[in-house]
C-alpha cells in the first residue's frame, strides 16, 4: 500500500498525517498469507532526517502448521513504530546515526508501507508455526495427521 507524502514532507518538523490502511490480499510466503483484508491506522510524523510512522494493525492471517502441514487461521493485533530515513540527505552524521531497523525513503517516493507491515507480522510469529501447542504432526510411516485419527502403523 502506497500513500503519497508530498505534502509532508514540504511541511515543518512535527507535522502529522493519519491514515487508514486497508490491505485486502497479501502473500508472505508459503506458510503465511493474508485470509481477511488486513485493516488498521498509521499516523506519520515529519521528523528532521526522516518520517516517523505509528502503525496500528489488525490482520487474520492464513497459516500453515509446522507439524501436521494443516492450514488454520489466526488473528493478529500489532502496534508498532517505524522510522524513515530520507536517504538524500548529505549529512553523514544523520546517516550514522540510523540505527539497522530504520527503512530508507527518498523525497521524491511514494510511501510504501508494506516492507514494514509485512516485517511486524512475520516477526511476530513463533520460528516454527503450530496450530496447537499440543499438535501431534504427522505419522512418519504413512503421513496421517494423528490430530484427527490414529494411524495403524506400529
Given at each position: 500500500m502506497q500513500i503519497d507524502l508530498a505534502d509532508l514532507y514540504k511541511a515543518?518538523?512535527?507535522?502529522?498525517?493519519?491514515?487508514?490502511?486497508?490491505?485486502?490480499?497479501?502473500?508472505?510466503?508459503q506458510e503465511v498469507?493474508?485470509?481477511?483484508?488486513l485493516i488498521g491506522k498509521v499516523k506519520i510524523v515529519r521528523l528532521e532526517d526522516g518520517l516517523l510512522a505509528n502503525f496500528s494493525i489488525n490482520a487474520t492471517l492464513k497459516l500453515l502448521c509446522f507439524r501436521c502441514?494443516?492450514?488454520f487461521i489466526k488473528?493478529?493485533?500489532?502496534?508498532?513504530?517505524?522510522?524513515?530515513?530520507?536517504?538524500d540527505t548529505k549529512e553523514?552524521?544523520?546517516?550514522?546515526?540510523?540505527?539497522?531497523?530504520?527503512?530508507f525513503i527518498g523525497f521524491d517516493e511514494k510511501f510504501d508501507l508494506w516492507p514494514a507491515i509485512r516485517q511486524e507480522i512475520l516477526l511476530s510469529l513463533p520460528m516454527k508455526i503450530l496450530c496447537?501447542?499440543?499438535?501431534?504432526?504427522?505419522?512418519?510411516?504413512c503421513g496421517q495427521n494423528l490430530n484427527q485419527k490414529k494411524c495403524k502403523c506400529k
Open positions: 515543518p518538523f512535527g507535522s502529522k498525517i493519519e491514515t487508514d490502511i486497508k490491505i485486502k490480499s497479501a502473500k508472505f510466503d498469507e493474508l485470509y481477511v483484508p502441514a494443516s492450514d488473528k493478529v493485533r500489532l502496534d508498532f513504530n517505524q522510522k524513515y530515513i530520507f536517504t553523514k552524521a544523520i546517516i550514522d546515526k540510523a540505527l539497522e531497523e530504520d527503512f496447537k501447542e499440543s499438535c501431534k504432526g504427522l505419522c512418519q510411516n
